[in-house]
């Protein structure tokens, strides 16, 4: 079956993809930065806080000063906030008649992209700290001398989330919708 055969076909995936407003394309990339991007920041508090409460028993002293690694957690989150804003302010009124030109519909998947980019890196880098951190309270625990060490580690796994805001960020400039 060829290529413009398919799009002609009412029930194919690419007619379907075609007749969705890019609105809604924008909306759930939105959607996706801010609440995977949320998912995260908790989940690596989660582990994060599970573990610190675990090991503060034995060693009360590292309550906190192991505090930072929940807020790199928290860090994820306003990540998604962020980039869901500047997502925000990419979207434009269009006259109807152009909803579904090639530009509007560029747009929208260029806003759901970088939705989906940070929401996904920000989900997998909570998940790299929660588990950096734990790993930091439970190490602190048992020898003080190793905090700062894996806290460095904890650092460069919170910039996967920063990776992901700039890459989002890049792909967000590829939304211009058609002028009125």
């Known amino acids: 079956m060829s290529g413009a055969s398919m799009v002609g076909d009412s029930s194919s995936w690419a007619a379907a993809l075609v007749k969705i407003s890019p609105y809604t394309f924008s909306a759930v990339g939105i959607a996706i930065a801010i609440g995977v991007s949320v998912l995260g920041a908790a989940w690596g508090i989660y582990i994060t806080g599970s573990s610190l409460i675990g090991a503060a028993i034995k060693a009360p002293r590292i309550t906190s000063k192991n505090l930072i690694s929940v807020i790199f957690c928290e860090a994820v989150a306003i ?90 960020i890049i792909m967000s400039a590829q939304a211009t919708w058609p002028v009125k």
């Open 79 to 168: 990540y998604g906030v962020i980039v869901a804003i500047i997502l925000q302010t990419k979207l434009e009124n269009v006259p109807a008649s152009q909803i579904y030109a090639p530009e509007s519909l560029r747009a929208g998947y260029a806003i759901f992209a970088s939705g989906i980019i940070v929401g996904f890196a920000n989900l997998v880098c909570g998940l790299c700290v929660g588990i950096i951190g734990s790993s930091c309270a439970l190490s602190d625990a048992q020898n003080s001398s190793l905090f700062v060490k894996i806290l460095v580690i904890e650092i460069f796994g919170s910039a996967l989330g920063l990776f992901g805001v700039i890459v989002g």
